[in-house]
């Protein structure tokens, strides 16, 4: 499966974002996908995943903030993103992994990877 994340940009503190990922492949509906990011100078961090029926999964950074959701007809995943604080700034990457998604979840650990969209947040 191929990955295209978009929708990053600048954004004021307190304001909304919503990154899309764009999928590919006949197996997309039958994928486990996720959102990462990467803030400067630190490791990669999961946010939020979710099962292809629509069961979801976030870290605690992303619990109440942030939304994941998809569209398996249009082969698309969505995070959206509230209440974005100057911590949020990052490279936001969606994933993806055909195991299922209790094994992915909780390794919390996506074999596909897209290329990444950055994120500013302003004080």
């Known amino acids: 499966v191929q990955l295209q994340a978009s929708g990053g940009g600048l954004v004021q503190a307190g304001g909304s974002l919503r990154l899309s990922c764009a999928g590919s492949?006949?197996?997309?509906?039958?994928?486990?996908m996720g959102w990462f990011r990467q803030a400067p100078g630190k490791e990669r961090e999961f946010l939020a995943a979710?099962?292809?029926?629509?069961?979801?999964d976030y870290a605690d950074a992303a619990k109440d903030r942030f939304t994941i959701s998809r569209d398996n007809a249009r082969k698309m995943v969505y995070l959206q993103m509230n209440s974005l604080r100057p911590e949020d700034t990052a490279v936001y990457y969606c994933?993806?992994?055909?195991?299922?998604?209790?094994?992915?979840?909780?390794?919390?650990?996506?074999?596909?990877w897209g290329q990444g969209t950055e994120v500013t947040v302003s004080s």
């Open positions: 994933v993806a992994d055909p195991r299922a998604f209790m094994v992915v979840s909780s390794l919390r650990d996506f074999s596909f």
């Open positions: 979710i099962s292809p029926s629509g069961a979801t």
């Open positions: 492949g006949h197996s997309f509906r039958s994928y486990s």
